[in-house]
């Protein structure tokens, strides 16, 4: 049965799984994969679809991982050729010596749920904050802790009635500015955001951290609340703080990105390189394996393994 795409994609979104889709642009024989054959990148490295084999799959794999990580899209090439220089960040060429000898060209998108901001606090910089976040993208939740009339608010922005914690995953702002502050940050918390920020002067924000450490939360939990919340960009205007607020989302944002870069690249040093095309693969993972002297070779298929097999027969010889 042909693989459909486009509905396993609506399957994934209703149930707000990361995944990339990953379309083959361009072969240059031989090789087994079709122009505009596509497949779809779990966060696992769960594969769906056909896109060609041998060697190419696990780097497209691992590039798809890539992109779901960095929420950016890449073309990958993958030659026997020398890779042609070229330093833009959505292109990346890598140079296969498989006996197979074709060349692909893949794009690679990421498809990312929306980022889900729950905002606390019945205030004209709450409802700025809901508002612009729409136009970056955010799934918003305006918490009200009591109803108020004439709120001009984007049609997407859900609001909630009373504090409370959110279950999903999501990033975090209170901006209660003396109603209920206790309240919404206790929901805040219990809501175990990636992010978490307070608008609340520090003066203040001592006072109501003493009142959250009578209540029992953890040093830990208490530690990661940012106050006041924002970037320091001279706001004075609820929509001066809206943004000053949300810029700090980006940053924190792309500051996780960073740090998942970093363990990426640790991960990486634990795994091995196939000696015969250079590319990395994971020993548990391995197409086939080889020990030679007590020390063990992985490799990305079979037909790496026999060459190198070949070769290190030939060099006792």
């Not at 779809?40 to 497209?60: A, P, Q, R, Y």
């Not at 205030?123 to 970056?136: C, H, K, R, S």
């Not at 002067?201 to 029992?216: D, Q, R, Y």
Request: glycine share 6%; proline share 4%.
């Amino acid at each position: 049965m042909k693989f459909n795409w486009i509905q396993r994609s609506a399957e994934l979104s209703e149930k707000n799984v990361p995944f990339a889709i990953a379309t083959v642009i361009n072969t240059i024989a031989p090789t087994s994969a079709k122009p505009m054959s596509k497949a779809i990148i779990l966060s696992d490295k769960t594969m769906e679809g056909w896109i060609g084999g041998g060697c190419s799959i696990n780097t497209v794999i691992n590039e798809g991982i890539n992109c779901i990580k960095t929420g950016k899209s890449t073309i990958l090439r993958l030659s026997p050729d020398m890779p042609i220089l070229d330093f833009s960040s959505d292109r990346k060429e890598i140079q296969l010596t498989c006996e197979s000898g074709g060349t692909l060209e893949f794009h690679i998108e990421p498809i990312l749920p929306m980022t889900k901001l729950i905002i606390f606090g019945n205030t004209p910089t709450t409802y700025a904050i809901a508002n612009m976040a729409e136009f970056l993208n955010f799934d918003c939740y305006l918490y009200l802790s009591s109803s108020k009339k004439n709120i001009e608010l984007h049609k997407n922005v859900t609001i909630i009635k009373g504090y409370k914690p959110f279950n999903q995953k999501c990033i975090a702002v209170i901006g209660s500015q003396g109603e209920n502050d206790l309240a919404a940050l206790k929901a805040a918390i219990l809501s175990n955001p990636q992010f978490i920020s307070m608008i609340i002067s520090k003066k203040k924000a001592s006072s109501l951290i003493n009142e959250l450490k009578k209540t029992g939360f953890s040093k830990e939990k208490i530690s990661n609340i940012k106050f006041p919340a924002g970037l320091d960009i001279g706001a004075t205007t609820p929509e001066e703080i809206a943004i000053s607020v949300l810029a700090e989302i980006i940053k924190e944002k792309y500051k996780t990105v960073s740090k998942e870069k970093d363990t990426d690249n640790s991960i990486k040093s634990i795994h091995e390189k196939d000696p015969i095309c250079g590319m990395i693969v994971d020993p548990k993972t391995a197409a086939d394996s080889y020990s030679i002297d007590g020390k063990m070779y992985y490799f990305c298929c079979s037909g790496c393994k026999n060459k190198f097999q070949t070769q290190s027969l030939s060099d006792v010889r």
